[in-house]
């Protein structure tokens, strides 16, 4: 019986990003410097916290591409989580990418600990390039459309 309670647990916990279903991605348009394969979080059981007392829900992880001709010395990437009405809000955190130079058409990905999401569990979020550094002194920098974008919908 312990171990239904775990796997119940598990399941649970998991949900949402196990029937996530991407339902737009722009991200592999012309114009976009970053293709975005996939992001996510993965939340550890029971959750963590710091030393302040500050609840982490686990991690934010993000898979892309650099599908420009420039190599990539850094990205920002912009989080919003969708309610139940399917209406889109800043997450409490954005991520950045500095884990080293990506060619052009290589692939990259990086790994954050993150705050919990706003309001509880969204019902969905969107990740979106909100600017991009390149080693010849160069930046893209979106131009608040949110153009370069990922979204997933957990209902």
Same mark, same amino acid.
């Given at each position: ?38 992001? &996510?979080?993965?939340?550890?059981? %029971?959750?963590?916290? !710091?030393?302040?007392?500050? /609840?982490? @829900?686990? *991690? ?38 500095? &884990?080293?130079?990506?060619?052009? %058409?290589?692939?990259? !990905?990086?790994?954050?600990? /993150?705050? @919990?999401? *706003? ?37």
């Amino acid at each position: 019986m312990k171990m239904k309670g775990v796997i119940l647990a598990f399941a649970v916990l998991f949900a949402p990003c196990t029937f996530a279903k991407v339902v737009e991605n722009t991200s592999a348009s012309a114009g976009c410097p970053v293709e975005i394969r996939d992001f &996510g979080v993965a939340r550890p059981l %029971g959750g963590t916290s !710091d030393a302040l007392g500050h /609840v982490w @829900e686990g *991690n934010f992880s993000v898979h892309f591409k650099n599908s420009s001709e420039r190599q990539i010395l850094g990205i920002k990437f912009g989080v919003d989580v969708m309610d139940g009405v399917g209406d889109f809000r800043p997450a409490l955190f954005d991520v950045s990418y500095s &884990g080293g130079r990506v060619g052009p %058409g290589k692939k990259g !990905d990086d790994r954050w600990r /993150v705050p @919990e999401w *706003n309001d509880g569990e969204p019902a969905g979020s969107r990740l979106w390039v909100k600017k991009v550094a390149f080693t010849d002194g160069t930046t893209w920098v979106d131009d608040g459309t949110k153009s370069c974008r990922m979204t997933f919908d957990y209902r």
